[in-house]
């Protein structure tokens, strides 16, 4: 059985009827982890990735490190407070898991002007500014799959990481 997402994921390959955006790459994978150090040491010190210094984000509730991939990053994040919505996350899963896909966009705006037109929930109204100082959109899981999605738009002079 297909989900909800297939016929908006083949629109978003051959972009949007009109053109008017197109999923520009794979920004990153979201880890939840719930000790950042011990997932940060197996990709640095087993798979000898490069491995970013941690940085905390106090106003998202979470700290978070990027393992470096060449055209892909995995985001490894842990939750910053009870109140994180990582958090809530962790204590459904102990040991973490897979938190959410990441793909840039090159036009935000009219991508989420798709998205409702294909009664595509997304979890904000609207283009917040998220962590890496862009605006990104989630995509309800309900609708995709069972897998949180963000968007990000992501200027080209942008470095998000």
Not at 64 to 75: K, T, W, Y
């Amino acid at each position: 059985m297909l989900c909800k997402i297939s016929p908006v994921v083949r629109s978003l390959v051959r972009f949007s009827g009109n053109n008017s955006w197109k999923i520009t790459k794979l920004n990153h994978v979201a880890i939840a982890v719930p000790d950042l150090e011990k997932a940060a040491s197996f990709y640095r010190d087993i798979l000898y990735a490069e491995v970013s210094e941690p940085k905390p984000f106090k106003e998202h509730g979470f700290i978070r490190m990027f393992v470096r991939l060449g055209n892909a990053n995995i985001e490894l994040i842990q939750p910053l407070g009870d109140n994180s919505p990582i958090s809530k996350f962790i204590e459904s899963n102990k040991n973490g898991g897979l938190h959410h896909l990441c793909v840039e966009v090159d036009n935000i705006y009219n991508c989420l002007k798709h998205l409702k037109e294909k009664n595509i929930r997304t979890l904000n109204a609207e283009p917040k500014i998220g962590a890496s100082g862009v605006p990104v959109l989630f995509l309800h899981p309900k609708d995709t799959c069972n897998v949180l999605h963000e968007l990000e738009h992501v200027p080209e002079d942008h470095d998000s990481h």
